[in-house]
């Protein structure tokens, strides 16, 4: 926006931001047509009368510091000068938009998205009055989170809905190491996973990308446990584990039926629509593009350390930092800044910090890295029977009950948190929020909840 002179704003009483995650803007705008990861902004926005902003992070889709050859000059991607950009966004939309200058902000973000969120309000509290950080895992670092954590509840998820899939998945790799030994086994193992290059497989040390591959999958699977179809990373059915879990019954199968039953559980992620001819061993996450961009983020400043433990359903797994530099001086030409992000941004040590609401799925294997208990000025909300930002989406006739009270008491805090930072009254916003649930069974339940929510949890 290069206009001279200050727009006219409507009536708006708060400005949302979405601190948009590593897939870019039109990503993000993509899954808010299905009320994927900023629905929640999208079915309060009318409540609060907010003015939604998506704020793109640099390098990833079109927002490119050195045009065509910012691939080329990775050195300025970092969360930090994200942040900065946030910054500079809304005090140019506060100095542009007449009346917007005392309106409070608030930051929306899940996953990387939503730690962003929670560092735009501890490094920017002058801008940020408050944030609301979904399935943000900002102590998945070094000292503060077991290595084990992501793939231990990944286990715990799988087990819990049907102890012999877990058994199952446990018993699949040494079937698979034991096939990929001999070329033949290897022809076999392509043939299985209808792998579409047989070179994927052509040498024995090959066979870990294809365990690799498979572990992916069971935490993708994990992460996108919703009670309902989606196409967040993939299309899937409603409680894919459970689906998946379903080809897993019988602990007792031999080497290739177990196999072929592992496959037809990964399908339920790799191919529910039917229309996956063959299958490709590369990452499960996004284009080639942002897994570099993010690969180099993980190799400078978000390093979250990852292993299996010998409990888990996984291959076990020793994390070993040495080899991990060694990849990224040779990858990129960087050393990982091991404890820069817990030193820049605290952690769990979050004592003086304020208006932040942290929420976590239960189901979901980030909840190892995140603030998992209210304290002071911090808010957390625990989703019983949710997956990855499950409560960040928008409201679906299939919707638990469990994330239905986690967004209503997420909504007293917000705007109980701007009444007390701005002065602004927004007790008839509530009352318009509240209208959505009138004729629900539970409204005086929640019309009480609020009343007596505010100066319990914020």
């Not at 899940?110 to 979904?134: E, F, N, Q, T, V």
């Not at 929420?359 to 603030?371: A, F, H, K, T, V």
């Amino acid at each position: 926006m290069e206009s001279n002179e200050a727009a006219t704003l409507p009536k708006v009483g708060l400005i949302s931001l979405a601190t948009a995650w590593c897939g870019g803007i039109l990503v993000t705008l993509g899954y808010l047509t299905v009320g994927c990861l900023t629905g929640f902004m999208w079915d309060n926005a009318e409540a609060f009368s907010a003015m939604l902003v998506f704020a793109e992070h640099r390098y990833y889709g079109k927002s490119l510091p050195f045009g065509n050859m910012s691939r080329n000059v990775l050195g300025k991607l970092s969360s930090s000068q994200a942040l900065a950009d946030f910054a500079v966004l809304i005090s140019h939309l506060k100095s542009t938009f007449g009346g917007a200058a005392y309106l409070p902000v608030i930051a929306f973000g899940g996953s990387y998205g939503g730690m962003l969120a929670a560092w735009m309000r501890i490094k920017y509290p002058h801008l940020i009055d408050g944030a609301i950080a979904a399935s943000a895992p900002v102590a998945q670092f070094p000292g503060l989170t077991p290595c084990s954590a992501f793939t231990d509840i990944t286990t715990e998820v799988f087990r819990n809905t049907s102890s012999p899939c877990a058994v199952s998945i446990s018993r699949s790799w040494s079937a698979i190491r034991t096939l990929g030994a001999t070329t033949k086994g290897r022809r076999k193992l392509v043939d299985i996973f209808k792998l579409c290059n047989e070179s994927d497989l052509a040498f024995k040390n090959n066979v870990t990308q294809l365990v690799n591959w498979l572990s992916d999958i069971y935490g993708t699977l994990a992460m996108v446990n919703y009670p309902y179809e989606t196409d967040f990373l993939n299309p899937v059915p409603g409680w894919p584990v459970k689906m998946a879990c379903n080809y897993l019954s019988d602990t007792k199968a031999a080497s290739v039926e177990l196999l072929n039953n592992i496959y037809k559980a990964v399908s339920v992620y790799l191919n529910y629509t039917g229309t996956v001819l063959c299958n490709k061993l590369e990452s499960n996450y996004g284009s080639s593009v942002n897994a570099e961009l993010w690969e180099y983020q993980t190799c400078t400043e978000m390093m979250m350390p990852m292993c299996n433990s010998e409990e888990s359903m996984f291959e076990q797994h020793d994390w070993n930092e040495t080899e991990f530099s060694q990849t990224c001086l040779q990858k990129f030409g960087v050393i990982p800044k091991y404890g820069w992000a817990v030193s820049n941004y605290g952690g769990r040590s979050l004592t003086d910090v304020t208006k932040i609401v942290f929420s976590n799925g239960w189901l979901d294997p980030w909840r190892g890295g995140g603030i998992l208990s209210s304290d002071h000025g911090i808010t957390s909300l625990i989703v019983e029977d949710g997956a990855h930002h499950y409560d960040l989406r928008g409201r679906h006739p299939k919707d638990t009950p469990s994330v239905l009270n986690v967004r209503m008491e997420r909504s007293s805090c917000t705007s109980y948190a701007f009444r007390i930072g701005k002065g602004h009254l927004l007790d008839q916003r509530l009352s318009v929020l509240a209208k959505g649930f009138r004729h629900s069974h539970s409204f005086p339940v929640i019309t009480d909840f609020i009343q007596h929510s505010l100066h319990r949890i914020c």
